[in-house]
């Protein structure tokens, strides 16, 4: 079991799990020195991203505690708008952020986490408002239409802002002080300059 001040960070994986989502966040943060674990429904039983990729989780997500983890990653799944399925690690993300412990979701763990009703009174963003809407969930006036919000513990992001997504969870966990915005710049908008900038 790892200390508060822990440097692994969680990456759930589940059935049809967005590939694209995470890659940025998960490869940048290794490279910054940070231990990146997958966390499935069931550790060694292998899960199959969206693309048809198998994964053999870690840990089994029952095993993981906000103790053990520098942040929780919840990547977009079509599960997430199939049902109930992935609930139990909405519920894990609450714990984590009653820990004050950070989360980060994006694109459909957006709605999942709206149905936990962990954004209904926090800043939040997600693939559109009215996606969100249709969960039920209480939040609506807490919508930001932005490529990614941060609001202390949590950090939201639609499909299409990876980026975005991996620019706020850097900044939240402190990664790539003073280079943020060039990583940001060489990724998002292919910017030279910023090149020179991050590896100087």
Not at 143 to 165: K, N
Request: aromatic share 8%.
């Amino acid at each position: 079991m790892e200390a508060k001040g822990s440097t692994t960070v969680h990456l759930a994986v589940y059935d049809t799990l967005a590939d694209w989502e995470t890659g940025h966040a998960t490869a940048w943060l290794a490279r910054a020195g940070y231990t990146i674990r997958t966390v499935g429904p069931a550790a060694g039983e292998p899960v199959t991203t969206i693309a048809g990729v198998r994964i053999v989780p870690d840990l089994a997500l029952t095993d993981l505690t906000p103790d053990d983890s520098a942040l929780l990653i919840l990547p977009g799944a079509e599960k997430y708008d199939e049902g109930d399925e992935l609930a139990p690690f909405t519920a894990k993300a609450r714990a984590f952020l009653d820990a004050g412990v950070p989360v980060a979701a994006i694109c459909g763990a957006t709605a999942g986490l709206a149905k936990e009703g962990l954004l209904d009174d926090r800043s939040h963003t997600g693939a559109v408002s009215f996606y969100l809407a249709a969960t039920g969930y209480k939040g609506g006036e807490h919508y930001v239409d932005a490529d990614a919000v941060r609001d202390g513990d949590l950090i939201t992001a639609g499909p299409t802002e990876p980026v975005a997504f991996a620019r706020e969870i850097f900044a939240r966990l402190g990664a790539y002080e003073g280079k943020r915005d060039a990583w940001y710049r060489l990724f998002q908008h292919s910017d030279p300059a910023a090149f020179a900038e991050l590896n100087g």
